[in-house]
């Protein structure tokens, strides 16, 4: 664990606008929240196609968890705050996501993989984030990794701020994973009542916060538990700043990445650059052409 002073921006951004997630539930019935949704939210937010927030004390609404299904075209980046849940695909991938882990998956070319929880009561809590893959990347073999709770770097800053860094670099500690073309920041950030949190942000770069604990002020607007806060694409802009205003620990995730500006043509689970590679997604995955 590191000790880091983050640099505060000079220029910060602020809230665009506050979205709140749509309930629904998927797999076989798994209850959940969705935060990014439909066209207009993955063209603001690009790469980043989808957003669920999932977290449960009723085994009901989380024990039949994500059945065997497809996915073509894009990274999956689960993210598990408490629970267990077990990842098997087609690509002879295995592991066990529990407390503080991390499944990275590139499903690329095609993948059929089932999520299913390794228990029977308790809390099932965390996140799972589409990330797109450019075009030239989308037929790419599937990729996978499981990054346990310790091996997620992190650091605590000066204000007792702890910072999760699962993908990207964010004051001078690289994360678990790193992109060289979407250049993914995703951090879990733990602020104490009062404390304040700052990182680097490229100005290009699209970015959100989601608050799942608590509240944090944003250059004068408060976001809640719940909200996600798309952050404004300022010109020369060069970080962002969040402070704590609850009263207990405030925790939320801050995601950015630089833009892919291409077509998304998404059918469920398949997003690709056009119908006809869409059509071909599908009719593979029918065939059984998919890994």
Not at 110 to 126: F, T
Request: aromatic share 8%.
């Amino acid at each position: 664990m590191n000790t880091n002073t983050p640099a505060t921006p000079r220029q910060p951004r602020a809230i665009e606008t506050l979205v709140q997630g749509i309930a629904t539930s998927d797999g076989a019935g798994v209850k959940l929240t969705r935060i990014i949704h439909g066209n207009k939210l993955q063209r603001r937010l690009d790469p980043f196609l989808m957003l669920d927030a999932f977290g449960s004390n009723d085994p009901d609404e989380y024990i039949a968890g994500f059945p065997d299904h497809p996915h073509r075209g894009f990274e999956t980046i689960t993210y598990m705050l408490a629970g267990r849940m077990r990842h098997r695909d087609s690509a002879g991938h295995e592991g066990l996501l529990e407390d503080g882990c991390v499944q990275w998956m590139t499903a690329a070319r095609g993948v059929i993989h089932s999520e299913i929880p390794q228990q029977k009561d308790g809390v099932m809590e965390g996140f799972q984030l589409w990330l797109n893959l450019p075009a030239q990347r989308k037929m790419d073999a599937p990729w996978y990794r499981d990054f346990p709770a310790d091996a997620i770097p992190q650091y605590v800053t000066p204000a007792g701020v702890t910072v999760r860094v699962i993908a990207g670099i964010s004051n001078g500690i690289e994360g678990a994973v790193l992109r060289a073309t979407t250049e993914p920041l995703y951090l879990d950030v733990h602020l104490p009542p009062g404390s304040t949190f700052s990182t680097a942000l490229p100005d290009d770069h699209n970015a959100f916060v989601y608050v799942y604990r608590g509240a944090a002020m944003i250059e004068g607007v408060e976001a809640t538990a719940h909200y996600m806060s798309i952050l404004a694409n300022t010109p020369c802009s060069d970080g962002v700043t969040v402070s704590a205003t609850s009263a207990e620990e405030t925790r939320l995730i801050l995601v950015a990445g630089k833009p892919l500006n291409e077509p998304i043509v998404q059918y469920g689970p398949f997003v690709m650059n056009t119908q006809d590679e869409v059509r071909q997604a599908m009719d593979d995955y029918r065939s059984g052409r998919f890994a």
